[in-house]
């Protein structure tokens, strides 16, 4: 089976690299030059400490890279059996690439996108092919985090949802199946959490430190939501806040004004050096 990946950043990298691990051939697809070059870097560095750890041999570690072709152009991916897009997160961008997908490959390619919370119904439905538009949503970092959620489109077909269960069963993933709403499952039920985390720290209820260890002491949470969403970034939660709200137009959703003024100052968490915490 071929895989296409477009976009090779934080997530495309990632994808590409369990991909190529599991023996698939595959073409890593970015606009950006650097980009690719920087992906090639990353997953090199990753599958070495993967073999490593495993104790595998590192021969067969330089062999996952050499299945993988980094190209800036989007024909490799005619004869993909499915591509995976995982380029940014706006629609209008996204359907442009699945329009220009749509006409250069083949009848059987199916198309599925990374996106954290756009509709899989709409980037179908600006296809000619919206039986073969499916969601595989990965989590950062990929080759850690065990789960896709997997998003059928109203017109997704039986068909195409389980080659892509298949190929998630077949990567050593687990998959879980949701029908297209926003924000999907897990972080539907993640963000409005963090959110109230914000708001308890808004209120002056309890201090950073007290809440994240009221979570991770009495829920038995890995990690606390504040530091959490430093992880994330104050920005990215923000947007994906937003969308949350705008979408299902439901109060319950409403943004922490205190999150709103963290990303306003700059205080986007590790990746500027300081949002709930200082890094
Ligand atoms: P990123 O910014 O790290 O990488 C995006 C890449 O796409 C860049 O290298 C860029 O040059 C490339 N690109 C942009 N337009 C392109 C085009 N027209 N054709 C080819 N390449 C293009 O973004 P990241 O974080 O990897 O996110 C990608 C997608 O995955 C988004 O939809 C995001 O919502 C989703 N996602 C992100 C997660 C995260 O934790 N970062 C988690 C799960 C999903």
Redesign the pocket.
Known sequence: MKIGV???????NGIAQVMADAGYDVVL????KE?LERAAKTINTNVGRLYKKQGKELAEATKVLARIEFTTELSPLKDADVVIE????KMD?KKK?FQELDGLCEGKTIFAS???GLSITELGASTDRADRVVGM????PVPVMKLVEVIRGSDTSDDTYEVIIELVRSIGKESISIVDAPLFVVNRILVPFINEAIFVLGEGIASVEDIDKGMMLGANHPIGPLALADM?GLDTLLFVAETLLEETGDSKYRVPPLLRKHVRAGHLGRKSGRGFYQY
């Open positions: 477009i976009g090779s950043g934080t997530m495309g697809c970015d606009v950006n980009a995982a380029i940014i997160e961008v690439v990374n996106t954290s949503h990965f989590f950062n994330v």
